[in-house]
């Protein structure tokens, strides 16, 4: 079998990876819904996997792993890997899981990040009427994550929040100092939401990157009496293009409650120092993100080694993605926690797409499936109406 073409298309929302081969089996590759200027880093790639034979996952992979770097650049190589372990499965008429190396469970939890309802304001009062909507979806999560501080609108929508200007360009650009009266406003709002889920729900708090040091020490150390899941990306983390593993242990080995990070960093080479150091209690690489499948389970296997939790990151993945994480975190080992559920519109893919259960999400969990590949499909004839001109031979 031979790679014939990469191609890369935007459907609705989210920019879907297409690889073709000889004998007529193709794989897809989820790309975040975020990221709709990646076509042409993914179209980079092509000409170096051409005529190379796509079972052959890891000696395609060598050929342009090194060619990517952090969020969001990492994303085409992601997705290229997860459509070749999709062509790899058809081929071999078995689901991922099988060759990753089995699965370790039958069904995977799945907390939400993503599936959010919008707030009036952010006080207190705001934050837990969130999160009791949140509490109340059909899914059924047993762990829900919320935005806050850095990672929300709270910097640039309450005055005298932090010692900075705030700044609305970019990607989560504000970082400073909190003040007094900002850090003990945040420590409301989150006991608020814990008050509304109790000892029932698990609450893990989206924090940045943005906090300083002192700040973050204190904050984790005001709410260790709530027993969060965990604070993530306080000082580094979503595009931010470097780790700073020394800084989150300094904050880490000062409390109780769970540090995590990882959603930006690709590759296993750069999540060394995070593991070794023991420099965060809980991390969440996102397969597309991070160099794909095989590249997270790796991670995941090292971190728990080493006394790491695993909480994958998925939030903008769409349903591919979803299929890709289901199919992963099976086989993942007991530092497992749960995968973010990842959203797309509903009104296209749950209709083009084929393969998914329905509904997907029971109590918080998925069952994993065991057709071939990823295991679901896109139906062409309903999609290519959600197609761009240009991308009109997607499926051909």
């Not at 996997?49 to 792993?65: A, H, Y």
């Not at 991070?290 to 997270?296: P, R, T, W």
């Not at 084929?354 to 499936?369: A, R, T």
Request: aromatic share 8%.
């Amino acid at each position: 079998m031979k790679i014939t073409d990469l191609r890369c298309a935007t459907i609705g929302d989210h920019p879907v990876v297409r690889i073709t081969t000889d004998e007529g089996v193709s794989g897809l590759g989820p790309i975040e819904s975020y990221k709709p200027y990646l076509k042409p880093h993914v179209m980079f790639y092509r000409d170096m996997i051409l005529g190379e034979d796509p079972t052959n996952v890891e000696r395609v992979m060598m050929k342009i792993r090194r060619m990517g770097s952090f969020k969001p650049w990492g994303s085409a190589v992601s997705a290229i890997e997860i459509a070749l372990w999709d062509i790899a499965g058809q081929a071999a008429g078995l689901p991922i899981y099988k060759l990753l190396g089995g699965k370790v469970r039958d069904k995977v939890r799945t907390y939400n990040g993503a599936v959010r309802f919008q707030m009036r304001d952010y006080s207190p009062e705001a934050f837990a009427e969130n999160m009791a909507q949140m509490k109340a979806a059909p899914e059924g999560f047993s762990i829900i994550k919320q935005g806050i501080a850095f990672h929300s609108p709270m910097p640039n929508r309450l005055p005298g929040y932090f010692y900075g200007e705030p700044q609305t360009t970019g990607r989560h650009p504000n970082r400073g100092l909190l003040t007094e009266a900002g850090l003990k406003h945040t420590v409301r709002c989150v006991e608020a939401m814990k008050e509304v889920l109790g000892d029932e729900i698990g609450l893990a708090l989206d924090c940045g990157p943005g906090w300083m040091v002192p700040d973050a020490i204190r904050i984790c150390r005001a709410l260790e009496h709530l027993n969060l899941m965990w604070l993530e990306d306080m000082l580094t983390g979503d595009y931010t293009p470097y780790v700073l593993a020394d800084l989150y242990r300094e904050v880490t080995t000062q409390t109780s409650t769970p540090t995590h990070t990882g959603e930006q960093i690709y590759l296993r080479q750069n999540f060394v120092d995070l593991i070794e150091r023991r420099a965060v209690r809980v991390i969440g690489p996102d397969p597309c993100d991070i160099g794909g499948l095989a590249e997270l389970k790796w991670v995941a296997e090292y971190a728990d080694l080493h006394g790491i939790l695993m909480a994958p990151h998925g939030t903008g993945n769409g349903v591919i993605g979803l299929a890709a994480l289901v199919q992963v975190c099976a086989t993942l080992p007991s530092n497992y926690v749960a995968f973010e559920y990842p959203i797309g519109k509903k009104d296209i893919w749950h209709e083009i797409v084929e393969g998914l259960p329905d509904p997907i999400v029971v109590d918080s969990m998925i069952e994993v499936w065991d057709r071939p590949g990823l295991g679901v499909t896109i139906n062409a004839d309903l999609a290519r109406p959600h197609l761009r001109p240009e991308d009109a031979g997607f499926f051909d």
